[in-house]
């Protein structure tokens, strides 16, 4: 998505070889009409797959999957990182180790929102490791939901995340595939190569 690799190369920092801030458009400050957009392009990649929910997890993923949601008019859930008084028991749970954090999350969804009738989109910020991924893939399973794709805004293709969703089975799609960090600067994966 040229818009969003445009905005990677105007406003992403890189941090040494394998991190990318964006936090000025995607996950501190957001930029709602660019979250539309990516919102509108994974409504028109996964349209016709009879999707009737999305998930994501807190917090960064929750911006683009809302703009997808509201296209698609389906309704969005993010899984929960942190405990919650009123989130405690009927869940569906996965451990997520984060390398940018150096944490590991339990990260739970609700029995009450998704089930074995769900269709599911998987939305998230970042494709690096594939942890996440393999978290809301695994939530899935456990509720006995189709997985009919997953949605990446940002994918660090020399990292191993798309090798462990492809082998998953989930058909994934990212918008932004960086092939590497050379010198403080992004470079894409060509459009042939993707």
Known sequence: ?????????????????????????????????????????FARIFKGRGINKIITIESSGIAPAVFAGLKMEVPVIFARKHKSLTLTDNLYSASVYSFTKNVTNEIAVSKNFLDASDNVLLIDDFLANGQAAIGLIDICKQAGAKVSGMGIVIEKSFQKGRQIVEESGVDIASLARIEAFVDGKVTFVKEEEA
């Not at 920092?13 to 995607?26: C, I, R, S, T, Y």
């Open 1 to 41: 998505m040229k818009l969003l690799e445009d905005r990677i190369l105007t406003d992403g920092v890189v941090l040494g070889e394998d991190v990318l801030k964006v936090d000025n458009f995607l996950n501190h400050q957001i930029d709602p009409v660019l979250m539309q957009e990516i919102g509108n392009e």
